[in-house]
Structures are given as C-alpha cells and as structure tokens.
C-alpha cells in the first residue's frame, strides 16, 4: 500500500499582510520540504479559483510560484497546459505593446482592475527539479507570469493602477488591511 500525503490548503495573505511588501529570497535545492511545498501550493491555487500562486501569498517570502494558465486557453491557445513552478525567477526583457487585462487577485479579494502590462516578456528560472530554463513568453502566459513575478518583488496589480484609480480604491484597501472585506476562500492579514 502506498501512502498518499493529504495535500494541505493554506490560508491566503490578504492586503496588509506586510510578507505581500518584502521582497522575496532566493532559495536552494535543500530548502525545506520543497516538493510537498509545491504541491501544496497548486492545490492552494486550485481550490481557491487561481490561476498562479506566490509564496508570499502563503506567508513565505521566497522567490517562488506556480502558475496554471489553461483557464485563459479559450482566448489564446498557447495558455492550455501551461503549468509550470517557477523558483529564483528574474525577468531581464519585457517589450510589446502595454495590453489593458481586467486583473484580480486573491490577495486582494473582491477588487478587479484594467492592468496595463506588457505583451512579451523574457525570463529565467528554475523548475521544481532546479532545471534552468530561459523563455520568451507572451500573451496570456506572459500576463499571468508578471502578475505572479510581481509578489515577488513585494508588488500586487493595485501597484499598476493610475494614481485616480488608486486614490479611489484606497478606502477599500485600507479597509482589506483592516479585516473588512469577503472571500470565498480561507484567508489572513499578519502584519
């Protein structure tokens, strides 16, 4: 009989969380538990409707994430089975035209905004095996990736936003931060 580890669901940072501020470390093979960390990590994206996850996220400021762009694959094919744990990501080009996306988070339940972001991106990164891969990525893949990059570089997509359109949201994030807000998902504010 094998056994199957029970998959374990972590509670999303929300908006305020000061982990959603820093930025991340890079991490080595060793670090610990990794792979059941990565497996956990999908499975907390999956059962929260995401379509990618960052460590900090889930509390752990680490350069990694994972991303599942297939929901995007209506719209543009080369999203379907984009699954990919991206670990120590560095994006070195971004060019393109800057594409409007209504965007969302599960850091910042409830708020979805027109993020400018740019068409094609370059980037390095290591697998879940510490394989080094260099990509070009564009379109829907490339979106979900600068989203994800970003909370590694203690950004979220409200960061993106016009100054209007943040001093108008700036009541509903101070009030995120503040523990006022709905989700469908389990979720946490540490400061």
Same mark, same amino acid.
């Given at each position: ?14 908006? =305020? ?8 470390? +890079? ?27 960052a460590a900090p996220q889930v509390? @752990?400021?680490? &350069? ?11 719209? +543009?094919?080369?999203?379907? =089975? ?9 994006? *070195?080009?971004?060019?393109g035209e800057l594409v409007p ?23 390095? *990164?290591? +697998? ?19 989203h994800e990059y970003d909370h590694?570089? =203690?950004?979220? %997509? ?6 209007? &359109?943040?001093?108008?949201? @700036? ?7 503040? =523990?006022? %807000?709905?989700?469908?998902? @389990? ?5």
């Open positions: 009989m094998t056994y199957r580890r029970k998959k374990m669901i972590y509670p999303i940072y929300v908006y =305020g969380s000061s982990v959603l501020r820093q930025v991340s470390e +890079d991490i080595t093979p060793d670090y610990p538990e990794l792979k059941n960390f990565i497996e956990d990590m999908f499975a907390t994206m999956y059962e929260t409707d995401g379509v990618g996850l509390g @752990r400021a680490i &350069r990694l994430f994972v991303v599942d762009a297939t929901p995007f694959a209506k719209n +543009d094919p080369a999203a379907y =089975g984009f699954k990919r744990t991206f670990i120590n990501a560095r994006i *070195y080009e971004r060019s996306f209504n965007e969302g988070c599960l850091s910042v339940p409830g708020i979805h905004e027109d993020v400018m972001r740019h068409e094609t991106i370059k980037i390095r *990164y290591m +697998d879940e095996n510490f394989v080094e891969h260099d990509e070009e990525l564009t379109g829907a893949v490339a979106r979900v990736v600068q590694l570089e =203690g950004m979220v %997509f409200t960061d993106h936003l016009q100054p209007l &359109r943040k001093n108008l949201l @700036r009541g509903k994030l101070a009030a995120m931060a503040r =523990g006022n %807000f709905k989700a469908a998902y @389990r979720c946490k504010i540490v400061k």
